[in-house]
């Protein structure tokens, strides 16, 4: 997926597309996955909560 395609164009070549959308704490995601529902994309996901939850819950994250 090239960041400047449309979410349309993605949808369209890619129906069983599976995507997880993940910001800092969700709200972004959210609102994008609503933007991209309307586009087409039923394989949608938001991390709950966002990278702020998942550290707290105490998953790993990996920095370079």
Aim: glycine share 10%.
């Amino acid at each position: 997926f090239n960041k400047n395609d449309a979410p349309e164009s993605l949808f369209k070549k890619h129906p069983d597309t599976h995507l997880i959308l993940v910001c800092q704490r969700g709200i972004t995601a959210q609102a994008l996955a609503v933007q991209w529902r309307k586009a087409g994309g039923v394989h949608l996901r938001v991390l709950a909560g966002g990278m702020d939850a998942w550290q707290h819950d105490g998953y790993p994250l990996v920095t370079d």
